[in-house]
């Protein structure tokens, strides 16, 4: 029983997992902070007011805290906004970049020199003229 825990959790999807748990933890703190560090300030220069978290109504002596929905709502712009440009767009260019180009296809047929019809590219011997014809 222990070799079969061992072999689990040894295997390289389970480790690559947990890499990947880490890492995006990790990520996701450094996005979260350049977010409320820097974005939030410079939306605040802008606009005036960094956080909307006081802004309630009141109904039947319910309090809705709706500033802080909006706040919420304006971090997930700002870091969907953040990980789009800092991360998803530079990972195409560089994926573009490095892409080999695609050979182009082989055509399927050729002509033949003597009677000038479309004959299979691999073909040697015309079928319409039987002509002798080089390979492709």
């Not at 933890?25 to 909307?52: H, R, S």
């Not at 573009?96 to 055509?107: D, I, Q, S, V």
Request: proline share 6%.
């Amino acid at each position: 029983m222990l070799k079969e825990l061992r072999e689990f959790l040894f295997r390289g999807n389970v480790i690559d997992l947990a890499v990947a748990v880490v890492m995006g933890g990790a990520f996701g703190a450094v996005v979260n902070a350049f977010v409320k560090d820097l974005l939030t300030p410079l939306i605040a220069a802008i606009g005036g007011q960094p956080d909307f978290s006081g802004l309630t109504f009141t109904i039947n002596n319910s309090k809705f805290l709706y500033g802080d929905f909006i706040n919420a709502v304006v971090s997930f712009l700002l870091v969907g906004t953040a990980v789009y440009f800092f991360v998803v767009l530079p990972t195409k260019t560089i994926a573009a970049r490095t892409a080999k180009a695609e050979a182009p296809a082989l055509p399927a047929t050729k002509q033949c020199p003597e009677c000038l019809s479309e004959i299979p590219a691999a073909a040697r011997r015309c079928a319409y003229c039987t002509a002798v014809v080089a390979p492709a």
